[in-house]
């Protein structure tokens, strides 16, 4: 079972009493949160440390070659394992093997002395004893002889196992192996943070036998100035006698207020898909465009990472070396001259550390935490967007145009609990000729990124059919349908954990494959009673742009520290 479905199975049994020692919970939720993303950053890897010498002397080849080292050389756009080295005065003969399927390029060069990560099971361990040879000059020989002066190799790189590196992380976090006991702790902990934390409505589909988790809607819409349209892809929901099946459910300590659920029908050819952006659009999906490179701020190789949808997702550089403020990946994807437009397409979801990143942030406010959010409810929307995105809370997209990098559009958040598939359209007039350069950006470890892709399909599809409720009972045996089935001034409000909703929609004809949208509006209140007087000057520190990321590494990095100390104090 996925991490995910098993939370969502946890968070029905809706354990009150965990809610009690609420703060202290939280702190232990985090803790058990941040071990999480250690164990996806170190799990299952090793490390290798990368030596580099420039122009080396002829005595250091010959001391690689005697060792039976394995050469790759690197000739401007030629990548090649070496089968045999042989030296000739000052020169030497490389007798050339097999391509190195470009994975040079995608490696190296790298910073010199860097320290990397690698995956056994990935085949990642050929990396190691291999030495990268850069040689500046083309080949007096043959396509296979080439005859190179040792002045000709501007660099030399040595790839080397790290028992050091690879030691010190596997003992020092606990990862090397963890039992299912420790897992289970960490889930529940995990849970408790959920419950203690803030998201946004829950909703569930009818998949023939049970309700199953599916999303969660207007992620971030905090206060009634930020109320906005969602649109969550359905695709578990099955029709039963005529009926799709839904339920939206409140399991957070928050007030809800839904002002509007309906489905978006889009009947289309088989092998299709549809996608529906923030504005509403609808977007055919042809097959996904995978990346040529992704890489990290940081440099790191994310390709295995981002080209697919799969188990394999990438949650930030590594935090216990000097994470850096800002974080995402760099794409770059080879598109047709003269392409106008294509559409990105992600899939991602908000980190459980944002959560509770904001939560703390809001207990600085102690006993004025009332006042404040009581003034945020007549705040500009606009003012409240802008602080957003200078704090990079939502993933901004960039082009590279002219030499620099300009924003172009982002993603709103989408909550903890599931990975969601979005979409932009992208506008790519002013894009120079080759391959086409994007920036995905966030503050570090605000989001999870599973996948990246373009679609270039350039057909529209229909306008969908919109299907509106045909009733909604909510756990009282209550309809709520007047205030669900339009955008007006009546909301659906759930002011408790437990509070829910199970909606029905009659199901029209079938004329293809079908893709279920459900388009909501709304927006929630975080509950939350913090007493002690509020933190007034760091408060303001924090609000200003960009400090809210600073606050994030230095909650970090306390909690690392103070869990170090807790395990060099256990040890002793």
Not at 200 to 207: H, K, Q, S
Request: glycine fraction near 6%; charge should be negative.
């Amino acid at each position: 079972m996925r991490l995910g479905d098993l939370l969502v199975r946890l968070l029905l049994f809706k354990p009150a009493q965990i809610l009690k020692n609420r703060k202290k919970l939280i702190l232990r939720g985090a803790a058990a949160i941040l071990l999480v993303l250690l164990v996806n950053f170190i799990a299952g890897c090793y490390y290798y440390k990368i030596s580099t010498s420039y122009q080396p002397p002829k005595e250091e080849l010959i001391r690689l070659s005697d060792l039976q080292k394995k050469f790759v050389v690197h000739n401007f756009m030629n990548h090649y394992y070496v089968q045999s080295v042989t030296f000739y005065g000052d020169s030497l003969e490389l007798i050339l093997g097999a391509p190195y399927y470009g994975e040079g390029e995608k490696i190296a060069p790298v910073n010199p002395n860097a320290v990397k990560r690698y995956r056994k099971k990935k085949g990642d361990a050929r990396l190691l004893n291999e030495v990268h040879l850069y040689v500046n000059q083309k080949s007096e020989l043959s396509e296979t002889d080439w005859m190179v002066p040792v002045s000709a190799v501007e660099r030399l790189d040595i790839y080397n196992h790290s028992t050091k590196h690879t030691t010190a992380y596997s003992i020092l976090f606990g990862v090397a192996m963890i039992p299912a006991a420790y897992v289970a702790i960490i889930l529940l902990f995990l849970l408790v943070m959920l419950l203690s934390g803030n998201s946004c409505p829950f909703i569930y589909t009818w998949n023939g036998a049970e309700y199953e988790f599916a999303g969660e809607i207007y992620s971030g819409a905090v206060y009634p100035p930020l109320e906005r349209h969602d649109y969550l892809l359905l695709s578990g929901l099955v029709e039963e006698e005529g009926v799709y099946r839904l339920k939206i459910a409140n399991q957070l300590e928050e007030v809800q207020h839904t002002n509007l659920l309906e489905l978006m029908l889009y009947d289309h050819a088989d092998g299709r898909e549809v996608l529906v952006d923030k504005y509403g659009n609808g977007h055919y999906i042809s097959e996904p465009v995978a990346p040529l490179s992704a890489t990290s701020l940081s440099g790191d190789d994310l390709l295995p990472v981002i080209e697919k949808v799969d188990d394999l997702k990438y949650l930030g550089s590594d935090p216990t070396r000097d994470p850096p403020l800002l974080d995402g990946i760099e794409l770059s994807y080879n598109i047709p001259p003269g392409t106008q437009t294509a559409d990105l397409i992600i899939s991602a979801k908000n980190s459980y550390w944002l959560d509770f990143v904001y939560q703390n942030f809001r207990e600085m406010l102690g006993a004025s935490y009332k006042m404040w959010t009581k003034r945020q409810q007549n705040g500009d929307p606009e003012q409240m967007e802008s602080w957003s995105l200078s704090q990079h809370i939502p993933l901004s997209v960039y082009l590279f145009i002219d030499g620099k990098w300009e924003f172009r559009d982002y993603y709103n958040t989408v909550g903890p609990m599931a990975f969601r598939k979005d979409i932009l359209e992208l506008d790519l007039s002013g894009v120079e000729p080759g391959p086409l350069r994007i920036k995905l950006e966030t503050g570090s470890y605000f989001w999870e990124i599973d996948f990246a892709g373009l679609s270039l399909e350039q057909e529209v599809p229909r306008p969908a059919r919109i299907v509106q409720l045909s009733s909604a009972l909510d756990e009282n045996e209550n309809s709520v349908i007047a205030e669900l089935v339009s955008d007006d001034d009546l909301y659906y409000v759930q002011p408790e954990i437990g509070n829910e909703a199970e909606l029905s929609f009659q199901v029209p004809v079938q004329t293809g494959e079908r893709t279920i949208i459900l388009h909501s509006k709304g927006y929630y209140d975080i509950i939350m009673d913090p007493g002690g007087a509020p933190r007034v000057k760091a408060l303001k520190e924090i609000r200003k742009t960009g400090n809210f990321n600073k606050y994030s590494n230095k909650l970090m990095q306390e909690m690392l520290s103070e869990h170090i100390s807790a395990y060099e104090e256990g040890k002793r």
